[in-house]
C-alpha cells in the first residue's frame, strides 16, 4: 500500500520483527508446541469453541491444494485459528494476475512457486502452527495422513479423485471455487461423520418443582421466567432461512404444530438428565432418560420409566437437557454431482440459483477441460460454448433445472478473474467447515452452497476491451468489473473508523483492489484502541511484536 493510500497517527520507529527460518518441504513440518492452548491468544474462541473442542482443532492437520486468493485466506484464517498444521499444496509458479487477489504475493514472486513464495508470511500468523510447502505428488499415502482437506479451484477429475481417497478414510473434503462474482463449495466428510455440538448453545436447564412416582413419572417445574426452558425464542435470527434450506437437519429445532412455543423447549422424545433430586437417588446417575407429553404451559413431562421402585420423591432437582450427537452420512462428490440433494440458500429473491450455478460450474468444469483454460473475459464466442455444454449436461441429469442463459454468459463473463472480497469472504466460509470437520462443533455445510453477486457487475456488458490487461496487480480485477470501475476506485476517499477484526480485513480488501491509490485517492484510518495478545487471533495484520502499541500505525 502506498504512503498516499493509509494515513494513520504520528508513528514512533516500527519496531523490528524477528527474522523467520525458511523452512519447507513435501509434508508437515513439526509443530513448534506440545498442543497446550494459549488462553492468551485464543480467549474468544474457547467461549464460543470450548476447551475440548479446541483441542480437537489443535490436533488437526490441514493440506489446502492450490495457493491462489481464496486459498491464501482458507490458510490464513485456519492458521489464526490454531490447528496443528498446515500444509499449502502448489505446483504452479507465480503469474501477475495473481497478485489481485493473494495478498502474499509481491511482483518479485513472479516465476517462483507459489506456495513456498507465501509460506513465511503465513508462519507468521502463529508460531504455534507447523506452516509447510508443498509440490508433492498427491498420493493415497500422502493424503492420507492429514485430517482435512481444501481443494480450491481445481479441476473436477482431479478433485474426484482426491475426494475418493478422502471419503475412503473419512477424511474431511471440501472443494471451493471462486470465479469473478461467482463461488461454490462442496463438502463431504465421509459416512458416519458425527456432530458432536449441532448449535453450541449451552444446554437448557429447569428446577424440578415436583416428581410423581408412576409409569410413566409426572414431572413438573418451577414456573420461572428466568429459567432457560424458556428463555431462547422459537425464531431466532436465519433460523427460517435454514428451515427452508436445511430443514432435515434443523427440522429438531422447530415446533411441528407451528404454536408460539420456544426454541430449546422441552419436546416430546428428547433426552434429559437429572442432579440434585432428594429422595429418588436412582434419578441423579447422569444417565440420559427421555420424556414425552410435554405440556409447555403447565411446565409438565413425563418419564418413558417406571420409577414406582426409587422411592418417594423429597425436594429438590435440576433436570437438564441432554444434548445428542448427530450422525451424517455424506455422498462423494462423484455421486452428489448428479444427485445433490437440498442447497443453501443464501439469497431468497434467488430461490432457484444454486441449481443454474451448480449447472454452470459443471459446464464450466468441462469447457476448462477442453480449452485448457477458462473462458476469456467477457468474450461471447466462449460464453455460447459454455451455454451450450450446460444445455448438454442438463439434458442428461436426472435433475433438471430451467436454464438461465443470462446467468450462465455472466459466469463465462468473469470466470477468469479473482476479486479479493470474494476470495475473503468463501475463505471464511471455507475456513468455518474446516474448523467444523475437524472439531465436530456446529453443524456442517450439507453438502452443496453456490453464490453470485452479479449486482456487483456493471449494469451493461463489457467488452473484451473494456477488460483489457493493463500490466498491473489489478488485471484479474479488471478482467471482471472493468478499466472504468477499477480507476473510479482507484481516486476514492475512504475514512475506516476502526482497525479491528473487521477493520483489518477492510484494509486488506482495500489494498487489494487499489482503493485511493490514485492522485486523487486516500484512506484514513483511526482506532484508538491499543494492540492486544487476544487480537492477534482474529487480526491477521497484526504480529506479537505489535503487542502494546496502536492498532493503525502497526499493521503489516
Known amino acids: 500500500?502506498?504512503?498516499?493510500?493509509?494515513?494513520?497517527?504520528?508513528?514512533?520507529?516500527?519496531?523490528?520483527?524477528?527474522?523467520?527460518?525458511?523452512?519447507?518441504?513435501?509434508?508437515?513440518?513439526?509443530?513448534?508446541?506440545?498442543?497446550?492452548i494459549d488462553e492468551d491468544l485464543h480467549s474468544?474462541?474457547?467461549?464460543?469453541?470450548?476447551?475440548?473442542?479446541?483441542?480437537?482443532?489443535?490436533?488437526?492437520?490441514?493440506l489446502i491444494l492450490g495457493a491462489t486468493g481464496l486459498s491464501v485466506e482458507v490458510a490464513k484464517n485456519v492458521i489464526l485459528a490454531g490447528v496443528k498444521a498446515v500444509v499449502l499444496h502448489d505446483t504452479s509458479e507465480t503469474q501477475l494476475q495473481d497478485l489481485s487477489a493473494q495478498f502474499y504475493l509481491t511482483e518479485a514472486d513472479v516465476g517462483t512457486n507459489r506456495a513456498a513464495a507465501c509460506r513465511d508470511k503465513l508462519q507468521e500468523l502463529n508460531t504455534a502452527v507447523a506452516v509447510s510447502s508443498s509440490s508433492a505428488q498427491l498420493t493415497e499415502q500422502y493424503i492420507s495422513q492429514f485430517q482435512v482437506v481444501v481443494c480450491t479451484n481445481t479441476m473436477m477429475k482431479e478433485s474426484i479423485t482426491i475426494d475418493e481417497i478422502c471419503h475412503k478414510h473419512n477424511i474431511g473434503f471440501i472443494k471451493a471455487d471462486v470465479c469473478g462474482v461467482f463461488a461454490g463449495v462442496f463438502c463431504d466428510f465421509g459416512t458416519g461423520y458425527q456432530v458432536l455440538d449441532v448449535d453450541g448453545e449451552e444446554?437448557?436447564?429447569?428446577?424440578?418443582?415436583?416428581?410423581?412416582?408412576?409409569?410413566?413419572?409426572?414431572?413438573?417445574?418451577?414456573?420461572?421466567?428466568?429459567?432457560?426452558?424458556?428463555?431462547?425464542?422459537?425464531?431466532?435470527?436465519?433460523?427460517?432461512?435454514?428451515?427452508?434450506?436445511?430443514?432435515?437437519?434443523?427440522?429438531?429445532?422447530?415446533?411441528?404444530?407451528?404454536?408460539?412455543?420456544?426454541?430449546?423447549?422441552?419436546?416430546?422424545?428428547?433426552?434429559?438428565?437429572?442432579?440434585?433430586?432428594?429422595?429418588?437417588?436412582?434419578?441423579?446417575?447422569?444417565?440420559?432418560?427421555?420424556?414425552?407429553?410435554?405440556?409447555?404451559?403447565?411446565?409438565?413431562?413425563?418419564?418413558?420409566?417406571?420409577?414406582?421402585?426409587?422411592?418417594?420423591?423429597?425436594?429438590?432437582?435440576?433436570?437438564?437437557?441432554?444434548?445428542?450427537?448427530?450422525?451424517?452420512?455424506?455422498?462423494?462428490?462423484?455421486?452428489?454431482?448428479?444427485?445433490?440433494?437440498?442447497?443453501?440458500?443464501?439469497?431468497?429473491?434467488?430461490?432457484?440459483?444454486?441449481?443454474?450455478?451448480?449447472?454452470?460450474?459443471?459446464?464450466?468444469?468441462?469447457?476448462?477441460?477442453?480449452?485448457?483454460?477458462?473462458?476469456?473475459?467477457?468474450?461471447?464466442?466462449?460464453?455460447?460454448?459454455?451455454?451450450?455444454?450446460?444445455?448438454?449436461?442438463?439434458?442428461?441429469?436426472?435433475?433438471?433445472?430451467?436454464?438461465?442463459?443470462?446467468?450462465?454468459?455472466?459466469?463465462?463473463?468473469?470466470?477468469?478473474?479473482?476479486?479479493?472480497?470474494?476470495?475473503?469472504?468463501?475463505?471464511?466460509?471455507?475456513?468455518?467447515?474446516?474448523?467444523k470437520a475437524a472439531s465436530g462443533k456446529f453443524h456442517p455445510l450439507f453438502q452443496f452452497f453456490y453464490f453470485d453477486s452479479i449486482e456487483s457487475l456493471p449494469e451493461e456488458d463489457l467488452t473484451p476491451e473494456d477488460v483489457a490487461p493493463q500490466g498491473d496487480r489489478y488485471d484479474a480485477q479488471r478482467a471482471v468489473l472493468g478499466n472504468k470501475l477499477q480507476e473510479q476506485m482507484q481516486n476514492m476517499q475512504v475514512f475506516l473508523v476502526g482497525a479491528g477484526a473487521l477493520g483489518c480485513e477492510f484494509i486488506k480488501n482495500f489494498a487489494m483492489m487499489g482503493l485511493g491509490v490514485g492522485p486523487q485517492g486516500q484512506i484514513t484510518v483511526t482506532d484508538d484502541d491499543v494492540i492486544e495478545k487476544s487480537n492477534l487471533s482474529r487480526q491477521f495484520l497484526f504480529r506479537d511484536w505489535d503487542i502494546g502499541r496502536q492498532g493503525p500505525v502497526y499493521v503489516h
Do not use: W
Open 1 to 36: 500500500m502506498s504512503k498516499r493510500s493509509l494515513i494513520a497517527a504520528d508513528s514512533p520507529s516500527v519496531a523490528k520483527k524477528p527474522r523467520m527460518s525458511a523452512v519447507e518441504g513435501n509434508g508437515v513440518r513439526k509443530a513448534s508446541s506440545g498442543g497446550d
Open 44 to 62: 474468544r474462541q474457547l467461549a464460543v469453541y470450548g476447551r475440548d473442542s479446541m483441542r480437537r482443532l489443535a490436533a488437526s492437520q490441514v
Open 203 to 435: 444446554p437448557a436447564t429447569g428446577i424440578i418443582a415436583s416428581i410423581i412416582p408412576g409409569n410413566p413419572t409426572l414431572i413438573t417445574c418451577v414456573d420461572d421466567e428466568r429459567m432457560e426452558f424458556q428463555a431462547r425464542p422459537c425464531h431466532v435470527d436465519g433460523a427460517q432461512s435454514l428451515s427452508i434450506s436445511l430443514r432435515p437437519q434443523f427440522a429438531q429445532y422447530y415446533c411441528c404444530s407451528g404454536c408460539n412455543c420456544v426454541f430449546g423447549c422441552m419436546q416430546d422424545g428428547e433426552l434429559v438428565t437429572f442432579a440434585e433430586v432428594n429422595g429418588m437417588p436412582t434419578l441423579n446417575d447422569k444417565k440420559p432418560r427421555r420424556i414425552k407429553n410435554v405440556k409447555v404451559q403447565a411446565h409438565t413431562f413425563e418419564l418413558e420409566e417406571d420409577t414406582t421402585s426409587y422411592g418417594d420423591y423429597v425436594k429438590g432437582g435440576i433436570v437438564t437437557e441432554h444434548k445428542e450427537h448427530k450422525t451424517l452420512d455424506f455422498k462423494p462428490l462423484a455421486q452428489a454431482l448428479d444427485d445433490p440433494g437440498e442447497f443453501l440458500l443464501s439469497d431468497f429473491a434467488k430461490m432457484e440459483r444454486p441449481g443454474i450455478l451448480h449447472l454452470g460450474f459443471q459446464a464450466l468444469n468441462e469447457f476448462q477441460d477442453e480449452n485448457a483454460r477458462r473462458p476469456h473475459a467477457y468474450n461471447r464466442d466462449d460464453a455460447a460454448s459454455l451455454v451450450q455444454i450446460a444445455h448438454k449436461i442438463n439434458e442428461q441429469a436426472s435433475n433438471k433445472v430451467d436454464v438461465d442463459e443470462d446467468v450462465l454468459r455472466k459466469l463465462s463473463y468473469t470466470s477468469s478473474g479473482e476479486i479479493s472480497p470474494m476470495a475473503a469472504m468463501f475463505g471464511g466460509v471455507v475456513g468455518q467447515e474446516v474448523m
